[in-house]
């Protein structure tokens, strides 16, 4: 399936408000949708997540930093737009989320209302300027029966969120939340959980260097170079599986010969 929704929803979108029900305004909440022709992203951080200076990795974090990686949210897959409802079908999810994910999308220019049709709720987005322009999404395959994670490039203009789901089949990672909401989860299944990365950046002369992530310590690194991306999907044809980056159908076009001079 690789049907392309409406050039308007194409670009990345940041989240000023949310409200559930007669729940109060959420209005700190750090949201990015992003958006290419097909294939979509979304990362979600609380803008109280304590300091994780001087931790670089999940061994490091404390019981306290741990439960506030719980509170995060993010998830990616493909999309589709039926008349003014949007619907996003996670391919990959922190939460993993049993529910139909859709609404009722109003769009007023680069401001778009998002309104619960199932469940009763309100988002408002606003484009980010800089994510018009070249739009795309990757996927990176793994065919190796050890190496199962799925992990995937979306690109819209300037911006980019990389996603990569944990290293958990979804059956055990199923058990392991319900242990985690349950209050009896050991400390091997919580960080097993949370090793979900989903990181938000800018791309500057071909490099993706990260500025918000699901993994704390990954902020401030270089995600990737459209460089090293162009050379691996020009050698490898869209319709070969093997280990490797390759341009999902449908969503954009990769911009081979528009990365940084070597």
């Known amino acids: 399936m690789t049907n392309r929704i409406p050039s308007n929803y194409v670009g990345v979108w940041k989240r000023s408000k949310l409200r559930r029900g007669a729940s109060p305004w959420d209005l700190t909440t750090r949201v990015f949708w992003l958006q290419t022709p ?3 992203a979304d990362i979600r951080i609380p803008a109280d997540r304590p300091d994780f200076s001087g931790v670089c ?5 404390s019981p306290e930093q741990l439960q506030a990686l719980l509170q995060q949210e993010a998830f990616c897959g493909f999309t589709t737009v039926e008349d003014d409802v949007c619907r996003w079908l996670r391919q990959i999810d922190y939460r993993l989320r049993e529910t139909d994910d859709f609404g009722q999308m109003r769009f007023t220019g680069n401001d778009v209302e998002e309104i619960g049709i199932a469940t009763d709720y309100y988002e408002l987005w606003h484009k980010l300027p800089d994510s018009v322009g070249q739009s795309f999404a990757l996927e990176r395959i793994q065919n190796s029966g050890d190496e199962h994670q799925q992990a995937y ?3 819209a203009g300037g ?3 990389y996603s990569r789901n944990r290293g958990m089949w979804t059956s055990p990672a199923v058990r392991a939340r319900r242990k985690i909401e349950g209050g009896t989860a050991s400390r ?3 960080e097993a959980f949370v090793d979900f990365e989903s990181s938000f950046g800018t791309i500057e ?5 990260i500025e918000m992530s699901t993994l704390p310590w990954r902020e401030g ?3 990737f170079d459209l460089n090293d991306l162009a050379m691996e999907i020009a050698s490898v044809p869209s319709a070969t599986v093997r280990k490797g980056w390759r341009l999902i159908p449908g969503s954009g076009e990769f911009p081979l010969s528009n990365v940084r001079a070597a």
């Open 57 to 61: 990795s999940l061994k490091e974090c």
């Open 188 to 190: 091997a299944e919580i």
């Open 221 to 223: 690194e270089i995600a």
């Open 153 to 155: 490039l979306c690109v």
């Open 205 to 209: 002369e071909g490099i993706g260097r």
């Open 38 to 40: 097909y294939w979509h």
């Open 159 to 161: 911006y980019f969120i």
